[in-house]
């Protein structure tokens, strides 16, 4: 079965920097499109990050562009978000995505805080 599993989140001042991974299985990782979400407490889930299958288009929403960067090793099934510069607002419950089929699957998510 799709398995999609976040880690790498933490407490992190503002300005400071974190990785992020998800390890997938389950699928063939390396022809599926890849995506990041986040999911703050009272607010609708945002999409943060994409990533095409051979890693060579991604984009972002303003919000994070030029902060965040998405890549993958497809070799390893993981997909990264390396977020730099962090802000108070990127404080949130970050998860990866694929969608299959018609279907979406989601890990866990991993928790990002960003406090002084």
Do not use: H
Request: aromatic fraction near 12%.
């Amino acid at each position: 079965q799709v398995q999609l599993v976040e880690s790498g989140g933490g407490l992190v001042q503002p300005g400071g920097s974190l990785r992020l991974s998800c390890a997938a299985s389950g699928f063939s990782f390396s022809i599926s499109q890849m995506y990041w979400y986040r999911k703050a407490p009272g607010k609708r889930r945002e999409w943060v990050a994409g990533i095409s299958e051979i890693g060579d288009t991604t984009n972002y929403p303003d919000s994070v562009k030029g902060r965040f960067l998405i890549s993958r090793n497809n070799a390893k099934n993981t997909l990264y978000l390396q977020m730099n510069s962090l802000k108070l607002e990127d404080s949130a419950l970050y998860y990866c995505n694929v969608l299959l089929a018609g279907d979406d699957y989601w890990g866990q998510g991993t928790q990002v805080t960003v406090s002084s």
